[in-house]
């Protein structure tokens, strides 16, 4: 990549950017060339004075190769008619089909979070077994450096596996999947986000990350899996094996499926945290953009399932079977606080937004790095293999180098306790935290008694994971920031018990240094990912502890509140860098006088109501414009009056027409018998043919096709002098692809599009335009 700059008036700046055979985060991988033209608008007053590469990282993304979603049902004839020949009892059978359907959901992604969960237990425990064993018989007799080694290999080689499979197999697969899937409910189309090879790679790709020992949490991957499970199961077939079972066709098309992902993500919270109310807040506030009433109830359902079906199957693993009461997995025991505590769990809020805006400001500059040089899957594979080896060497390093002992009583909950050079009875503490799968982690520093953990052993791991975590988020490696935040945040947070018992006479009454490390852990997640509402009662749940909902909410907010005022969350970083058009709830605040004349696309390409099948073939196949909506008009009664509008009809729509040869002869033929219906519309989607593989003879391509019965004929339309705020009102509540703008006599002069909306943004300098321009 390099960048080329020039200055073309007194208050804009254009970069030119080129990007090279580039995988763009993982999420696009781009096998031509591209050039960009983005154009900074300022204020004339203000001086160009920062970098072109500082403005390019700061200021840019890349929005030309996304697609939207149609979230807007399409009102056609043949749609009217259908809904019109359904009787009441079909529209209760479709309600009953939609909570079978969440139901499946709930059901499927418990089992897979079960597996997950089994599966990093069983390996990990061999893997933690043979080392302990290494260890010991070293510890006697010397020679500890070949323990190093095969702790190191044995780390290499999953999170290699891991690698291999996201690099080469599935890119989109690479990380938590939870900034993808809030684009995709966000209406924006991400490729393979949704398909059942990113669910199969995602699910063994985290599970090779956990058990390599990186600093990761397998909750993020399973909210993505559950959300690729309702894509599919809400569908009734599978493209990727081509099996069809012919079941739920009604709900083939962009607007159902995105109701059924909500679920299937809040079904993931909830197997992942045991938090089935948290589920359901998590997608309202971090997932669904479009929501309704009716919708809560089946996602609530969703999320009861996946937890039931989640603690039923582990209660058999287990030997348990029966006992359901698996109260999630980071449980604490029943603590209380005093009112005097408030204001320190509001300074531990501060403190955790200042340590999650830096943790999110490094991994910003880290991934801004990966894209311009460690783009290569091979490259991808070596960088995550090196911080597994990293990772491992750290930990031997850190737990040698301790001389933290404690005593191994009776009832101690460590899983893997190692003694090392400790006396006899006594065991490492700094293994505790490291020689550990990161949940077994956090549940130790949650449970285990004061005086459990000295100072120093705290601090030293608080400050060398923070910057495991740090690196090893933006990986090519399936894993989620979840449980490395809530790591991070338990150990300092105990931290900082500690020393409060230490300072103040009383305080080793008050200050228990569980209570700590849940606020701690509360802390930096929040100040990591900047969720409020969900995160209070998702951890609210996982806990156990209804009465720290205040607290946790005040940290949350005051984390939220801090880490804002110097950058944003860590998946809005990541959507903005994954080239994503994202809106977000409102337009930017200072965008009232702008209009809709002056962020509308023009000119528009319209078709005539009965238009020739060549100039649609021509307009589908110009690789200049690309576009996937298309106004229809129609001319006056003379033939003199412009055009008006008349409909809206979509590139998916003509290209399904194109296929089944739907057209006539002569302009003024009438078809006799509907050749088509809405079924077949269904059957083609997702994947609509491209353009080029539909053959067109030429006399095919003076017949001609009348599109009356196929596009919409009530599209959503606003005046030209409509303001920003109220077009994207418009277009963000309403879930729009396309909104077409008119003057005051219906004729169209310009076509609204979430590329439009999203190059407006409030920057540091006032509203910002990106205008953008593909050669």
């Not at 301790?402 to 899983?415: A, F, R, V, Y």
């Not at 003694?419 to 520093?445: H, W």
């Not at 977000?584 to 965008?591: N, V």
């Not at 009102?729 to 310009?750: P, Q, S, T, W």
């Amino acid at each position: 990549m390099f960048v080329e700059t020039g200055v073309t008036g007194s208050n804009q700046l254009c970069v030119n950017v080129f990007w090279f055979d580039m995988n763009m985060l993982s999420l696009i991988q781009m096998q031509s060339r591209f050039c960009y033209q983005i154009c900074l608008h300022r204020e004339a007053s203000q001086k160009q004075t920062q970098s072109p590469f500082f403005l390019l990282i700061n200021c840019i993304y890349f929005i030309v190769l996304l697609q939207s979603l149609d979230y807007d049902n399409i009102e056609n004839q043949l749609f009217l008619e259908e809904e019109r020949r359904m009787s009441y009892m079909g529209f209760r059978c479709l309600e009953i089909s939609r909570w079978v359907v969440c139901g499946l959901i709930g059901f499927l992604t418990g089992l897979i979070a079960c597996f997950i969960d089994i599966a990093v237990e069983e390996i990990a425990g061999i893997k933690y077994r043979v080392v302990k064993e290494n260890i010991e018989k070293f510890t006697e007799v010397g020679g500890l450096s070949i323990s190093l080694i095969l702790w190191v290999v044995l780390n290499s080689v999953f999170v290699m596996v891991g690698a291999i499979i996201v690099a080469c197999i599935e890119p989109i697969a690479a990380g938590s999947g939870i900034p993808q899937i809030k684009c995709y409910l966000n209406g924006v189309k991400i490729p393979r986000v949704v398909r059942l090879k990113t669910l199969v790679v995602k699910v063994f790709g985290v599970i090779c990350s956990v058990v390599g020992g990186l600093a990761v949490g397998k909750e993020g991957p399973m909210i993505h899996s559950g959300a690729v499970v309702a894509a599919g199961v809400s569908q009734g077939r599978s493209t990727s094996l081509k099996k069809d079972l012919k079941m739920f066709e009604y709900f083939r098309r962009d607007t159902e499926k995105r109701d059924f992902v909500s679920a299937g993500a809040a079904a993931g919270v909830s197997a992942a945290f045991g938090a089935p109310v948290g589920g359901v807040l998590f997608s309202l506030e971090e997932g669904a953009s479009f929501w309704n009433q009716m919708l809560t109830w089946r996602i609530f359902f969703a999320s009861m399932i996946s937890t039931f079906t989640l603690n039923f199957f582990l209660s058999i693993y287990h030997k348990k079977p029966g006992e359901l009461s698996n109260p999630g997995s980071h449980q604490l025991w029943t603590v209380d606080y005093n009112l005097y505590e408030i204001p320190l769990f509001i300074i531990m809020g501060a403190i955790g937004g200042l340590l999650g805006a830096l943790f999110n400001k490094l991994n910003y500059w880290l991934t801004i790095f990966r894209i311009r040089y460690v783009h290569r899957p091979c490259l991808q594979v070596i960088e995550a293999v090196l911080v597994a080896a990293v990772t491992a060497t750290v930990s031997f390093t850190m737990i040698y180098f301790s001389n933290d002992c404690q005593p191994l009583g009776p009832d101690h909950t460590e899983e893997y306790p190692l003694q090392l050079f400790c006396a006899d009875g006594e065991y490492n503490s700094m293994a505790t935290t490291f020689f550990n799968t990161p949940e077994r982690s956090v549940r130790s520093l949650f449970h285990n008694q004061p005086g459990t953990y000295n100072p120093l052993t705290l601090g030293l791991f608080t400050l060398t994971y923070f910057f495991l975590a740090c690196w090893t988020y933006g990986l090519a490696v399936s894993a989620g920031v979840f449980i490395p935040s809530l790591l991070i945040g338990a150990a300092w947070g105990r931290l900082f018990g500690i020393l409060l018992a230490s300072i103040t006479s009383t305080g080793s009454i008050w200050a228990g240094p569980g209570k700590y490390a849940l606020i701690g852990a509360a802390a930096q997640l929040g100040g990591i990912v900047r969720m409020t509402l969900s995160l209070t009662v998702i951890m609210v749940e996982a806990t156990g502890n209804v009465t720290f909902g205040l607290p946790i909410m005040l940290v949350l907010m005051t984390a939220k509140i801090v880490g804002d005022y110097f950058v944003e969350g860590l998946y809005d970083i990541h959507i903005k860098l994954q080239s994503v058009p994202f809106l977000h709830w409102d337009a930017p605040a200072t965008s009232h006088w702008l209009t809709a004349r002056e962020v509308m696309s023009s000119p528009v390409t319209c078709l005539n109501r009965i238009e020739k099948v060549g100039t649609i073939v021509d307009v589908l196949s110009n690789t200049s414009t690309n576009h996937n909506g298309f106004a229809v008009v129609t001319q006056g009664a003379g033939g003199d009056e412009p055009a008006k509008l008349c409909g809206l009809i979509l590139r998916s729509q003509l290209i399904v027409l194109l296929k089944h040869k739907v057209f006539v002869e002569l302009a003024r033929s009438r078809l006799t018998l509907r050749k088509l219906q809405l079924k077949d519309f269904r059957d083609a989607y997702p994947r609509f043919p491209p353009i080029q593989s539909i053959h067109v003879s030429q006399d095919e391509r003076e017949c001609m096709m009348d599109l009356n019965e196929f596009m919409n004929a009530t599209p959503y339309t606003v005046p030209q002098d409509t303001s920003l705020p109220r077009v994207f009102k418009l277009f963000r509540a309403l879930g729009l692809r396309h909104l077409v703008v008119v003057d005051d006599e219906n004729r169209v002069v310009g076509l609204v599009t979430r590329k439009d909306l999203a190059r407006y943004h409030l920057g540091k300098h006032g509203l910002e335009e990106l205008q953008l321009a593909q050669t």
